[in-house]
């Protein structure tokens, strides 16, 4: 058994989380640069909890320029075991109304313009993500959520787009009607494979302010409209969180679906011929293992 420290990644309009006790904004250094703010520790409901802005406080990153890497290397250098990433997204689901929430548990990653690993030349690793959420951690997001009344759908296919822009009505159209997706966002890749790569559960709870461009009834997005409802999401997501402690538990079995051991057989790169330079870098990431 471990101690369980969670970690909240929040998306646009949270910024914090209510009731933290000993709360103290912290700055983390890593060798992948700086976080995309200082990270608020402290506990809640006797269980450490961590949370970071995504896209800092006062919103200064677009959705290409939050420093993932270093985001999910100090929620590592922290001690962090169990990371829930919220974010804003539009909706390609009728039943998925504004408003409600998605525990999401696919991804479909459009991204192009980000650095996706913590592995490279000098030291190559290869993790599954066929999987890529714990479902542990999204079985407690699905129950917290669902206390606090808010309408939550378990289970979609999350499209992450590059942005910043929206979609155009023809990428909307395909997204839902030849993809498959459920839902549209710009922030959960690589996020998630960050995560996995450095051993931690990861769950998204995917908050949906908006119809995308699709809906016949609704038409572009409105993004005076998207932030109203983002107001109200953020509400419930706090209290969301709130909840989460009391589910998890602060001693920690280790993880029933192999999240916190994901790099057991992945690197590939044999030790003879690792890059010293690299191999310090992956010193929180990959620890365990190198």
Same mark, same amino acid.
């Given at each position: ?7 909240? @990644? ?6 914090? @989380? ?7 904004? &912290? ?17 809640? =409901? %006797?269980?450490?909890? +961590? ?8 919103? &200064? ?22 990371? $829930? %990433? &919220?974010?804003?997204? /539009? ?7 504004? /408003?409600?929430?998605? $525990?999401?548990?696919?991804? @479909? ?12 030349? =000098?030291? +190559?690793?290869?993790?599954? +993500? ?24 378990? =289970? ?6 590059? /942005? ?5 009505? *023809? ?6 009607? &030849?993809?498959?997706?459920?839902? @549209? /966002? ?5 996020? !998630? ?29 409105? +993004?005076?409209?998207? $932030? ?5 999401? !953020? ?6 969180? !709130? ?6 538990? !602060? ?14 057989? *992945? $690197? ?23």
């Amino acid at each position: 058994m471990t101690q369980t420290k969670i970690a909240v @990644i929040g998306g646009s309009g949270i910024y914090d @989380i209510d009731g933290l006790e000993g709360a103290e904004w &912290v700055q983390v250094k890593t060798p992948w640069g700086d976080p995309s703010d200082k990270l608020l520790t402290g506990t809640l =409901g %006797g269980v450490e909890m +961590v949370f970071l802005p995504r896209h800092g406080r006062g919103h &200064v990153h677009s959705p290409t320029t939050v420093p993932y890497r270093a985001n999910i290397d100090a929620l590592k250098r922290l001690g962090v075991t169990d990371v $829930i %990433g &919220v974010s804003a997204c /539009g909706s390609f689901r009728e039943e998925m109304a504004p /408003g409600d929430f998605v $525990i999401v548990d696919q991804f @479909i990653d459009r991204t192009f313009a980000r650095e996706k690993s913590f592995f490279g030349a =000098g030291c +190559v690793a290869h993790v599954s +993500v066929a999987h890529p959420t714990c479902p542990r951690l999204s079985d407690a997001c699905e129950t917290a959520a669902r206390e606090t009344g808010v309408s939550v759908h378990r =289970g979609g296919t999350y499209l992450a787009m590059e /942005g910043p822009q929206f979609s155009t009505l *023809a990428e909307s159209k395909m997204y839902r009607e &030849v993809w498959g997706a459920d839902v @549209i /966002g710009m922030t959960n890749m690589p996020e !998630a494979k960050l995560a996995r790569e450095a051993e931690l559960c990861y769950a998204s709870v995917a908050m949906i302010t908006d119809y995308d461009s699709w809906h016949p009834d609704h038409g572009e997005v409105d +993004v005076t409209e998207i $932030i109203k409802t983002l107001m109200g999401n !953020a509400d419930n997501a706090r209290a969301m969180v !709130a909840g989460l402690p009391a589910l998890l538990g !602060a001693d920690r079995a280790p993880c029933p679906h192999g999240c916190d051991r994901a790099l057991e057989y *992945a $690197i590939m790169t044999q030790p003879d011929a690792r890059d010293p330079a690299v191999v310090a870098k992956l010193d929180a990431v990959a620890g365990r293992v190198l």
